[in-house]
Every structure is written in C-alpha cells, then in structure tokens.
C-alpha cells in the first residue's frame, strides 16, 4: 500500500514564526503536491514538484516555499507565517508526470497560525 | 480555470436512498476522477473514467461521463452511514502535468 505521511496532525504556531511541514511518500512516486484546504474555497495547489529539486507554483504560492531534497520527501516552508495562513494543509503525491495518475493523499495537517 | 464544480454542495439523505453528485468542467480532457474525504482527514481515490468510457462500475458506485456536455455524475446506490463524507471530481490541469483540478465539493450526510 501506497503510504504519505505528513510529520503533523496538529500544529499550532505564532505569528512570523518560521513553519515547516514535512511530507514523505514511500511509493518512488516522482511527483508531489502541496494543497491548502479552506470551507468554501475547496483544495487550492500551492507548488508541485515532479522530480528532486524540481519545484513549479501552484495556484497560490505566495507566502510559502518547497524544498525537495529527496525523492520521497517534499517540505513546504511558511517563512513567516500569518494568520490567514490558518489552514488545513494535504499532501500527495502520483507515480508519474501524466494526469491519468491517481494521487494519494495524506491525513493532512491542520495549522494555526495565531 | 479547468476547476470541477461540483452539484450540490450539500446533499442529505437517509440511509439506503441513492445519493447522485453532479461535476461540471470546462475544457476537454482525457479522464476525471473522483475522490472522497471523510470529515478532516486526507483524500481517497474512488475511481477514474476516461473519454472513451461512458460509464465505470466500483462497488456501489456508478460513474457517468458525458464529455459532449462536459460534465460527470457519482451515483452511490443503497448508501451507508459509513458513506458521509465530501466527494470531489478532479478533472487534469490542460497542462497534463500530473496536476488535478479539485473543487469545493459535495458534503453528503447519510442519515441512519
């Protein structure tokens, strides 16, 4: 079975406080996304990579970075965080480039940022 | 945007009735798929139906797609309690880099 796991359930964090969010897939899977999930506003891409050190912007990328030193691992970085960065955070990941790829999620991790 | 928008945004039911979600896109593709998130957690895939397929079978669900009018429908017939749950179509990204399209999606309640 395909697993992601993601280093949180739960995080809690100050203001301009430097947050990293870990992720790893153990499938050998080349691509992996960051979603933000908000009521109302459904999962929005933040970056993706589809291969180490390769990273492209999602739909809403400001305010965050991704590191992808490893092919099972993809971080996703608030270099300051705020408020409206309060969020529940999913990662995933699919075994190929192509969207005829199902993509395999995480539990997610659910941020506040106060 | 290719984003999937999905018919109701709510829908309740009582346990057994058939509960039907509706996905509408813009642009063509070449599959869709549906996933399914139970109340905080991750997503799961459900299943994946290409162009050329009208309609895919899994379990109790029955998945249609009707391409001329760009848009998808979930069936799940005979629903469980266990079935509560958000429900998603995902279309790809015209890129087709691996990238989906989700959107706000479908909250069905089954009632027991």
């Known amino acids: 079975d395909v697993k992601v796991t993601q280093s949180s359930r739960y995080l809690v964090k100050r203001t301009g406080e430097k947050v990293f969010l870990e992720c790893v897939q153990d499938m050998d899977h080349e691509n992996m996304f960051w979603y933000r999930q908000d009521p109302g506003l459904g999962l929005r891409l933040i970056y993706f990579?589809?291969?180490?050190?390769?990273?492209e912007k999602g739909d809403i990328p400001e305010g965050y970075s991704v590191s992808r030193e490893k092919k099972e691992r993809f971080s996703l970085i608030l270099e300051s965080a705020s408020t409206n960065q309060t969020s529940m955070y999913l990662c995933a990941s699919s075994p190929r480039r192509l969207s005829s790829y199902e993509q395999y999620f995480g539990p997610g991790t659910r941020l506040t940022v106060t | 945007s290719q984003q999937g928008e999905e018919d109701p945004q709510a829908l309740s039911i009582q346990e057994g009735e058939n509960a039907t979600m509706n996905c509408s896109y813009k642009?063509?593709?070449?599959?869709l798929q549906w996933y399914r998130q139970n109340s905080g957690r991750g997503l799961v895939h459900l299943i994946l139906i290409r162009s050329n397929e009208r309609e895919k079978h899994s379990g109790r669900l029955r998945v249609t797609l009707d391409t001329s009018k760009k848009s998808s429908s979930l069936l799940i017939t005979a629903s469980r309690a266990a079935d509560t749950a958000s429900y998603f179509c995902?279309?790809?990204?015209?890129?087709?880099?691996?990238?989906?399209?989700f959107g706000q999606g479908t909250t069905l309640q089954v009632k027991p």
């Open positions: 990579s589809y291969d180490v050190k390769m990273k």
């Open positions: 642009t063509s593709i070449n599959n």
């Open positions: 995902a279309p790809p990204d015209p890129s087709n880099t691996g990238k989906l399209i």
